[in-house]
């Protein structure tokens, strides 16, 4: 009858995996001396890993919310255009491929996270043809229309995004990305 009990009470230690009879319900650890610094460590590890995304996090420049804003953004692209064909030769998708602007995002920043602007392209085209932009503008206007394709080819006002606004669209394309 008392076996029950017993292997019920039993727990195993964190570290070392052997059977113990604890003295309280908060303990998680036999009673060697090896396990409880083992265990110290481990914390003081986590505690520090902790930190460390802190300070990193404090660290981060504009440019560096830019990049990661952008990866969400390409990631958006990158299902939404899964099924289409490539924009510049019309070629279908392999399972790897670009996500492509039309207004390159150095020349045009105010349009690097703009949906009509970024478009699902083959890496043939993307980066060996320089985003192959003639054949690019001819599928982009049966895409998205010729009026639009117009607007972005307009000069566009310089757009200037806060870390905080940038955070908050990553939130958002991050969610997006998820819902997918
Ligand atoms: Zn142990
Ligand atoms: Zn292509």
Known sequence: MNTTKASWSMRKCKICKVKFEPVHSSVQMCCSLTCAIEYSKQIEKKKWQKEKKVLK????????Y?????????KFIRNRDKDKPCVSCGKPLLNKFDAGHYRSAG??????FNESNIHGQCVYC?????????DYRIRLIERIGVEKVEWLEKKHDPKHYTIEELKELIKEYKSKNKNQ
């Open 126 to 134: 993307n980066q060996h043809l320089h985003g192959n932009l003639i």
């Open 66 to 74: 830019v990049k990661e804003l952008q990866k969400e953004v390409n």
């Open 107 to 112: 020349g045009n920043p105010e349009l690097r």
């Open 57 to 64: 996090e404090k660290l981060k420049t504009k440019s560096d």
